[in-house]
C-alpha cells in the first residue's frame, strides 16, 4: 500500500492584506495569501487567494515550507490557536517568520487587542513545535520615542493639507527620526521597542 505525499507549496502569508512582502521572493515561488473578509480593512483593498475565518487555515497538513504572519497576532482572536494552525501546515525544518507590535498606538480599531513579550513569544511558538527561535527588536528607546512622536503629532494636529504634510515631514519629522535611529545604532538597540520580529524553524 502507497501513501500519496503532499503537494508543498512554497510560501503561505497569514493576513497577507495586499502582500507587501511577495516582491522578496523569487516569482517562480508560489506565493499565496490568506485574510479574513471585513476586519481594519476592506476586501477590496487586499490581495487573498483564500478568505478563512481567523483561526482554521484552509490548507492541509505539511504543505508548506515558508510561513509568513507579519502584524497579525494582537488582531487575531485565538493568537494560540492560529500559531497551532500555523505550525500544522508547516513541513519540518520550514521556517516561518512573526512579528507583533509592542510599543505601538492602537490600531485598526476595534481589532487590536493584545502585545506580547518576547518570552511570551517563544513560549507560544515552543508550544507549538518550533524551535531555533530568533526574536530581535526592531527599535530601541530612541526609534520608539521618534516614531511614536511622530504619530503624536500626525494625530494631535489632524492634517488635511497634504503639501503641509509634506513639507514638516521633510524638514522636521524625517531629521527626528534619523537622529533617534542612528542613536538606536549607538546603543544597540537598548530600551523599548516598536515591535518584535521572530524566525523559528518547524521541528
Given at each position: 500500500?502507497?501513501?500519496?505525499?503532499?503537494i508543498?507549496?512554497?510560501?503561505?502569508?497569514?493576513?497577507?492584506?495586499?502582500?507587501p512582502?511577495?516582491?522578496?521572493?523569487?516569482?517562480s515561488?508560489?506565493?499565496?495569501?490568506?485574510?479574513?473578509?471585513?476586519g481594519?480593512?476592506?476586501?477590496?483593498?487586499?490581495t487573498?487567494?483564500?478568505?478563512y475565518?481567523?483561526?482554521?487555515?484552509?490548507?492541509?497538513?505539511?504543505?508548506?515550507?515558508?510561513?509568513i504572519c507579519t502584524?497579525?497576532?494582537?488582531?487575531?482572536t485565538?493568537?494560540?490557536a492560529l500559531?497551532?494552525?500555523?505550525?500544522?501546515?508547516?513541513?519540518?525544518?520550514?521556517?516561518?517568520?512573526?512579528?507583533?507590535?509592542?510599543?505601538?498606538?492602537?490600531?485598526?480599531?476595534?481589532?487590536?487587542?493584545?502585545?506580547?513579550t518576547?518570552?511570551e513569544?517563544?513560549?507560544?511558538?515552543?508550544k507549538?513545535g518550533?524551535?531555533?527561535?530568533?526574536?530581535r527588536?526592531?527599535?530601541?528607546?530612541?526609534?520608539?520615542?521618534?516614531?511614536l512622536?511622530?504619530?503624536?503629532a500626525?494625530?494631535?494636529?489632524k492634517?488635511?493639507?497634504?503639501?503641509?504634510?509634506?513639507?514638516?515631514?521633510?524638514?522636521?519629522?524625517?531629521?527626528?527620526?534619523?537622529?533617534?535611529?542612528?542613536?538606536?545604532?549607538?546603543?544597540?538597540?537598548s530600551?523599548?521597542?516598536?515591535?518584535?520580529?521572530?524566525a523559528?524553524?518547524?521541528?
Open positions: 500500500q502507497t501513501c500519496a505525499l503532499p508543498l507549496k512554497d510560501v503561505l502569508d497569514v493576513g497577507c492584506g495586499i502582500k512582502y511577495r516582491s522578496l521572493f523569487p516569482a515561488q508560489e506565493y499565496l495569501g490568506i485574510d479574513i473578509q471585513g481594519g480593512h476592506t476586501d477590496e483593498a487586499k487573498v487567494d483564500k478568505y475565518d481567523g483561526l482554521n487555515i484552509p490548507y492541509g497538513d505539511s504543505e508548506f515550507e515558508t510561513l502584524q497579525v497576532l494582537e488582531r487575531a485565538d493568537p494560540d500559531v497551532k494552525e500555523s505550525a500544522r501546515v508547516m513541513k519540518s525544518g520550514g521556517k516561518a517568520f512573526f512579528s507583533m507590535p509592542f510599543t505601538y498606538p492602537e490600531h485598526e480599531q476595534p481589532y487590536d487587542f493584545r502585545r506580547f518576547r518570552f513569544h517563544k513560549r507560544l511558538l515552543e507549538h518550533f524551535k531555533d527561535i530568533e526574536i527588536q526592531t527599535t530601541g528607546f530612541f526609534g520608539t520615542f521618534g516614531q512622536f511622530v504619530i503624536y500626525f494625530e494631535s494636529m492634517f488635511r493639507a497634504s503639501l503641509l504634510k509634506t513639507i514638516l515631514s521633510v524638514i522636521i519629522f524625517a531629521p527626528i527620526q534619523i537622529k533617534a535611529l542612528l542613536l538606536d545604532l549607538i546603543f544597540r538597540k530600551g523599548q521597542t516598536m515591535d518584535y520580529v521572530i523559528a524553524t518547524k521541528k
